[in-house]
């Protein structure tokens, strides 16, 4: 099995799950437990990050990513700027990346970039000097999201080895299931993707083994957490353009809806995660969302503590690189041969 033994943090980019160790992994997860005290905000947050500027770089819709970073960083006293994409340059075709560099040139030490095209986070990194964080990219990777999903977990059920996590519904689609799987392996779980066939399609990218089961009532037994996954209709077209994908609802909440009754075939003691936004009465009933077995607000208190501790470490490290880089004086130089 994977070291997970916590190893030191020296990236100034946080782009995935899949390209980390479990010591990496481990050593994000603790930091942002010693973080989560102050992640609702009523009790004050050292001020790590005092004087620096962060980029919120949204060119796709969100409610909690966005509002879970810009809180992460001003309660650690950074100054947080929204791009709002609908009504920037983006419009009068200015590319991405001379968007990114030219707020850069007025001084940005963070972007947090979301994203439609997969790999937009990744060319980013390699156009800018500050460090850049993934809010996820098209259906490839979200890796805060599932940091915060792994933190819950950790917390409701006591350990993150061991465990299987049945992750329902649009896998297709879902770059939360993808960095959840990167995630949940390392640290040396499984992972068992649910859904009708056509969301099981189109897993080529995935290198990581994965299980599979178009059988959620056959699959829940053995289930220690059960993340239901939103069906992102937005995606369907964009993604699949060869007609996009045809879901009869009826028949979807028929196989799929995790409703209180198919909730009682996991195993005793099985959470609910949903990354959200929710689809209610789709994918998942109330009753069950807002449930004694839901961790579902309680995952986005986790995602405050997760970004405060991504943002300080690779801020850290950015830090750390440009000490690196500079010349040295006279005096280091005669401090380091005496
Ligand atoms: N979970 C998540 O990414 O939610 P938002 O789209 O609201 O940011």
Redesign the pocket.
């Known amino acids: 099995m994977a070291k997970k033994t916590p190893a030191k943090w020296t990236r100034k980019h946080l782009l995935g799950l899949e390209d980390l160790s479990a010591g990496e992994i481990t050593h994000l997860l603790n930091a942002a437990e010693k973080f989560l005290p102050y992640a609702t905000g009523r009790k004050a947050a050292p001020q790590r990050l005092k004087g620096r500027t962060v980029l919120n770089l949204f060119c796709e819709?969100?409610?909690?990513?966005?509002t879970s970073f810009t809180l992460a960083a001003e309660r650690l006293g950074a100054r947080v700027i929204q791009f709002h994409a609908a009504t920037s340059s983006l419009k009068k075709n200015e590319t991405l990346l001379d968007t990114a560099r030219n707020i850069e040139a007025m001084g940005l030490d963070a972007i947090i970039i979301r994203h439609a095209d997969r790999g937009a986070p990744h060319a980013l990194a390699q156009a800018v000097a500050c460090a850049v964080l993934n809010a996820?990219d098209n259906a490839h990777e979200?890796p805060t999201?599932a940091l915060l999903d792994l933190l819950a977990m950790r917390h409701r059920l006591g350990r993150l080895d061991g465990l299987m996590v049945g992750i329902v519904g649009d896998i297709r689609h879902s770059r939360v299931a993808r960095s959840n799987l990167y995630g949940l392996k390392k640290l040396g779980s499984r992972a068992i993707f649910v859904g009708p066939p056509l969301f099981l399609e189109g897993l080529d990218d995935i290198r990581t083994p994965f299980e599979k089961s178009t059988d959620l009532d056959a699959a829940l037994p053995q289930c220690d957490a059960v993340m239901m996954l939103r069906v992102q209709f937005e995606r369907h077209e964009r993604n699949v353009p060869s007609g996009g994908v045809a879901l009869n609802l009826e028949n979807y909440k028929r196989g799929y809806q995790l409703t209180a009754k198919r909730l009682a075939r996991a195993k005793p003691g099985a959470i609910v995660l949903h990354?959200?936004?929710i689809n209610r009465g789709l994918e998942i009933t109330d009753e069950v969302a807002d449930g004694p077995a839901s961790a579902i607000l309680h995952q986005v208190t986790c995602g405050v503590a997760v970004r405060m501790a991504t943002l300080s470490l690779c801020i850290g490290a950015l830090d750390h690189q440009h000490k690196a880089a500079r010349p040295k004086t006279r005096s280091s130089k005669r401090g380091r041969t005496s």
Do not use: I, K, W
């Open positions: 819709d969100s409610t909690r990513t966005r996820g979200h999201q990354p959200g936004p």
